[in-house]
């Protein structure tokens, strides 16, 4: 049974920082793309970071881009999201997503609450 289970969310303060994990399992982990999508309230789910199967690249959304950083750790089966300089404008849902190399099948999380808010 194919699982993405995402952790680290919560509330922090701007200018703070969180780390995001996503632990997954039920396939083959590092023959997939791992990415961190985020949907905010009445917006539509935006691509934030993504990192290719072996970890060689990476890509982040202009607005993110010098404050988040994606690893992956293929040992763990673990995908991880670290944001620092958190605003205002970065609360939504963030959800973990896995898209096999080459291929259109692909998974979701559930969803992890991030909410940046003095």
């Known amino acids: 049974q194919v699982q993405l289970v995402e952790s680290g969310g919560g509330l922090v303060q701007p200018g703070g920082s969180l780390k995001l994990s996503c632990a997954a399992s039920?396939?083959?982990?590092?023959?997939?793309?791992m990415s961190w999508y985020r949907q905010a309230p009445g917006k539509e789910r935006e691509l934030v970071a993504a990192i290719a199967s072996a970890g060689a690249s990476t890509n982040f959304l202009d607005s993110v881009k010098g404050r988040f950083t994606i690893s992956r750790d293929n040992a763990k089966n673990t995908v991880y999201l670290q944001m620092n300089s958190l605003k205002p404008e970065d609360t939504a849902v963030y959800y973990c997503n896995a898209r096999e190399v080459f291929s259109t099948r692909q998974y979701w999380g559930q969803g992890t609450q991030v909410t940046v808010s003095s």
């Open positions: 039920g396939f083959t982990f590092s023959l997939y793309a």
